[in-house]
Nanobody, 114 residues
């Protein structure tokens, strides 16, 4: 099974930017769609953005125009660039590899606060 490790979370002020990364082990990364999810305290986990193996992207309405998902297949890494951050973006962010054997990372905390 593919292992996913997120990094890059932290504390940022409203209006600021942050980029989180997800590094994957294994050779199947480039053939699978990837996604970023988030879970705020007391709320269900929700899909934030996804990217297919060919680079087609999709975003939740709440982050459209502010967040950008990308992938580097040579580095087995998917990124989420987050701009114009809002306090309501505070959550643990998880990456997911889609497919017959889906995998999740352990999550990285993003806190947006002044």
């Amino acid at each position: 099974q593919v292992q996913l490790v997120e990094s890059g979370g932290g504390l940022v002020q409203p209006g600021g930017s942050l980029r989180v990364s997800c590094a994957a082990s294994g050779s199947i990364f480039s053939r699978n769609a990837m996604g970023w999810f988030r879970q705020a305290p007391g709320k269900q986990r929700e899909l934030v953005a996804s990217i297919t193996s060919r680079g087609t992207t999709n975003y939740a309405n709440s982050v459209q125009g502010r967040f950008t998902i990308s992938r580097d297949n040579a580095k087995n890494t998917v990124y989420l660039q987050m701009d114009s951050l809002k306090p309501e973006d505070t959550a643990v962010y998880y990456c997911k590899l889609f497919g017959p054997l889906p995998s999740w990372g352990q999550g990285t905390l993003v806190t947006v606060s002044s």
